[in-house]
């Protein structure tokens, strides 16, 4: 079945670790997003790639990295994990960058 | 700067017509999208807006005036279901799409 899919689902983690939430989708879309999403907030991009081996920032990059090695895949790394990072983050992808995206089940982070 | 603005709730009573509605300030513009997403859940997608006027999909309606920058999203013959948050989205001229904070809509019997 066609999807995007995101691990873990929920993870609790100690500040200063690293850690990295995975991403994958198997419909063949070139272009994919991080979103992180807070309470009375909009969701707010993180990082996107238009197409496999280009990246580009967001609105709110600072403590985050990503990698686009081939279609299928988008981790989203944090270096050294601090509490104001604690949010839900949702995967996104679209066929192209101005197409309608959509979102995978997302990924409920808590720094400690 | 760039802002959508939506209001943060409404109630509405079930059968009944609820219209969400939403401003926007990109930077260029190319397009509005609305989306639903239940408590716990991802956004899914309902509509897309370039062009003024209306787009109708089932009881859901969509309405768009570039001039005024507005839009609003229209749900008919409303059901318990459709208790959930409405995020209005704008796509700039990066094809970046701007985000409201959402209205999350409550459906009462």
């Known amino acids: 079945i066609a999807g995007i899919t995101q691990a873990p689902t929920s993870q609790i983690l100690a500040a200063g670790r690293r850690m990295t939430l995975r991403c994958t989708q198997d419909m063949r879309h070139n272009a994919m997003y991080w979103y992180r999403q807070d309470l009375g907030l909009g969701l707010r991009l993180i990082h996107y790639s238009n197409t496999a081996g280009t990246t580009g920032k967001g609105e709110v990059p600072d403590g985050y990295s990503v990698s686009r090695a081939n279609t299928d895949d988008f981790p989203l790394t944090l270096a050294s994990a601090v509490p104001s990072q604690t949010s839900v983050y949702f995967c996104a992808t679209s066929k192209g960058a101005p197409d309608t995206q959509y979102f995978g089940p997302g990924t409920r982070l808590t720094v400690l | 700067g760039q802002n959508i603005d939506q209001p943060t709730e409404m109630t509405a009573t079930e059968g009944a017509i609820v219209q969400i509605n939403c401003t926007y300030q990109t930077s260029g513009f190319n397009g509005l999208f609305w989306y639903q997403q239940h408590a716990g859940e991802a956004p899914t997608f309902l509509s897309y807006?370039?062009l003024d006027g209306l787009e109708e999909k089932g009881r859901f309606s969509s309405f768009l005036s570039r001039s005024k920058g507005y839009s609003y999203l229209l749900l008919k013959e409303l059901q318990m279901k459709d208790s959930a948050s409405y995020l209005c989205?704008?796509?700039?001229?990066?094809?970046?799409?701007?985000w409201g904070a959402g209205t999350k809509l409550i459906i009462k019997p």
């Open positions: 807006n370039v």
């Open positions: 989205a704008g796509m700039d001229s990066n094809y970046q799409l701007i």
